[in-house]
């Protein structure tokens, strides 16, 4: 892993996609983060509004690499909040993914395990019904606590309590994120191999695609490490996890923004 305060800028990487030596024969595919990536971190999840500006940008880089947004969001809402089409979306950590042409996929094997989140939902409001601030995010593969809004001195407690009642519930696991508990189905599965899944349906691999993937949060580190030799991992953001399997940085999302302008402009 990598220090992230010593990653070189993430624009060295339009550099070499100019020069275009490198990746002969190989497609470049961009896959990017919703929350903290696309869009600055909000308190309630809710809030968090795509600016136009940004979307004309994935629109524009959309239409001349393979593009895909992976969150943790739900699908009906990711795809809402993007509003892209022809894209790739890979939703609840890519446990859901739809096509460009509409079509979606998921993992047959999370069904069960998802089928156990109406009672888990039940009890977390029951054991975290004193805490203000504390919000659930109920999706279809997910149960999301944010706790952004919680007092400092009440955090602690947050995970503890998770984590008793995740024992009754042995069929979910728990993901850690910024400000962010999220209980999914505990199955090998997270981000990275949904890159490779989309990848994999569309005829790409590690001797055909050069992923590119943007994401600021520990769950992106998944990505990053499935491409760690054969892709380019970009983190975003000079706040997070201190080591990375990121290969270069961006500061923030209008650097973000900066990225995509430049990148809809390197010939394919």
């Known amino acids: 892993m990598r220090d992230r305060h010593d990653l070189p800028d993430a624009f060295e990487v339009i550099e070499e996609l100019h020069a275009g030596a490198s990746l002969p024969g190989r497609d470049v595919c961009i896959f990017l983060d919703f929350d903290g990536t696309l869009t600055p971190i909000v308190e309630r999840p809710e809030d968090a ?27 009906d809402d990711l795809v809402a909040r993007v509003g892209v089409e022809h894209i790739f979306y890979g939703a609840s950590h890519g446990f859901e993914i739809r096509h460009p042409n509409g079509e979606t996929r998921s993992r047959e094997e999370a069904e069960a395990a998802a089928a156990t989140l109406d009672d888990l939902e039940q009890a977390l409001g029951e054991k975290l019904a004193g805490i203000d601030g504390i919000q659930m995010e109920r999706k279809r593969f997910g149960l999301a606590v944010h706790y952004r809004r919680v007092a400092e001195d009440q955090e602690g407690s947050i995970g503890t309590t998770l984590r008793a009642v995740a024992e009754d519930f042995p069929d979910l696991a728990i993901k850690n994120g910024k400000k962010v ?10 981000k990275g191999k949904a890159l490779e899944w989309i990848l994999e349906t569309t005829g790409l691999g590690p001797d055909t695609a050069y992923p590119i993937f943007l994401g600021d949060d520990v769950t992106d580190e998944d990505a990053f490490r499935s491409i760690d030799d054969w892709g380019c991992g970009i983190v975003v953001g000079l706040e997070g996890p201190r080591d990375t399997h990121a290969y270069f940085i961006l500061a923030d999302v209008e650097a973000v923004g900066r990225f995509l302008d430049e990148l809809a402009r390197v010939p394919t």
């Open 181 to 190: 508990f999220e209980f999914v189905p505990d199955l090998d599965w997270d």
């Open 49 to 75: 509004v795509l600016d136009p500006a940004m979307r004309q940008r994935l629109e524009r880089v959309a239409a001349r690499f393979r593009t895909a947004v992976v969150s943790g969001r739900g699908l």
